[in-house]
């Protein structure tokens, strides 16, 4: 597998993942999906707003596209997360392995310029998800909506 195939089997785990989570949280009421559990992980709402503006930040950044306030904005998790997602798909789709090795400069949110490869920002994006999508887990399982297990083995055994 080269590291184009690599990239979008990763793209393709996060999005798997993150609707894993999504299909749990569509079966709390709103006040569940807001409620904060403990202050460390905030609420189901929260976490995967996080996960939704950090992926159309990257993929923003990787583009070379401006980041604006409105990528910032979540009003619901379902919708957005799905053009999230095939944006996410359709430029991984087209990756080459050149353009894997590609460096993308970038600006981070506290103003810093970065040079990094491709490769790594898009580890970047889905490392981030993963983090988040544990801790949102944590927070279903409390309210009795595990997502079940979201490890990368099981979704190469269901997906690759």
């Known amino acids: ?48 707003s996080h996960v939704l503006v950090a992926q159309r930040v990257w993929l923003a950044r990787i583009r070379g596209d401006a980041v604006d306030s409105e990528m910032r904005e979540v009003h619901a998790l379902d919708p957005e997360f799905a053009v999230s997602h095939a944006e996410m798909t359709a430029f991984a789709a087209q990756l080459s392995a050149e353009d894997c090795a590609r460096t ?27 983090h988040h999508r544990a801790e949102t887990g944590r927070l279903l399982a409390i309210l009795d909506h595990s997502p079940g297990d979201m490890d990368f083995v099981i979704f190469a055994a269901e997906r690759l």
């Open 104 to 130: 993308i400069a970038y600006t981070d949110s506290s103003g810093v310029a970065w040079e990094r490869p491709l490769w790594q920002l898009i580890t970047q994006a889905v490392n981030h998800g993963t």
């Open 1 to 48: 597998m080269d590291t184009a195939d690599q990239l979008r089997a990763m793209v393709a785990y996060n999005c798997w993942a993150n609707d894993k989570i999504l299909v749990q949280a569509a079966k709390l009421t709103e006040e569940e999906r807001r409620d904060v559990r403990d202050e460390q992980s905030g609420s189901v709402f929260g976490q995967m």
